[in-house]
């Protein structure tokens, strides 16, 4: 009685499963192979248009890291001008010092130069006074001595 009820289910599976094997064995109808034509052109696209995002994708990181080195290496290029233009400042307000000093140090070089003419100047006048000195002590020796010898005579002419 069971099985009596399972035979005909049995025997329609059998003809479904024949039918499937026939039906794969015999050659795809006109729309079969349209239809099939179809889906390998529509998975042709799709996987032409995945390598194309794929593409796109990779191009974008590679946009991306390269936009990042450009930024880092701004960054540091801007750093480096930052550094160069305080180093120039600096170097500038040495150079100014350096003047500074150097116009002082002129107006100095000035000063003593002036004070070294005045030093010379009062050494020849020093030097004519002490000849002049010398002159005229000479010039009184020699009185001194005409004195003297008037002082004999006039004391050889007494006596006499």
């Known amino acids: 009685c069971l099985l009596s009820s399972w035979l005909p289910q049995i025997l329609q599976l059998c003809i479904g499963n024949h039918d ?21 052109e529509e998975k042709a696209r799709k996987q032409m248009e995945r390598q194309r995002l794929a593409r796109e994708k990779q191009m974008r990181e590679e946009a991306e890291r390269t936009r990042d080195e450009m930024e880092r290496r701004l960054l540091q290029l801007k750093e480096e001008a930052t550094m160069a233009n305080e180093a120039l400042m600096r170097s500038e307000e040495t150079a100014d010092l350096l003047a500074e000093k150097a ?11 002036q004070k070294a003419a005045e030093a010379e100047q009062e050494m020849q006048r020093i030097k ?3 000849i002049r000195t010398e002159e005229e002590k000479r010039l009184m020796e020699q009185k001194v001595l005409e004195a003297e ?3 004999l005579k006039m004391a050889e002419e007494s006596e006499r």
């Open 20 to 40: 499937l094997f026939m039906r794969r064995r015999k050659a795809d109808s006109l729309e079969v192979q349209q239809m099939k034509a179809q889906a390998r």
């Open 103 to 113: 116009q002082i140090t002129e107006e100095e070089a000035k000063l003593l130069a």
């Open 128 to 130: 004519a006074t002490a």
């Open 149 to 151: 010898m008037l002082a």
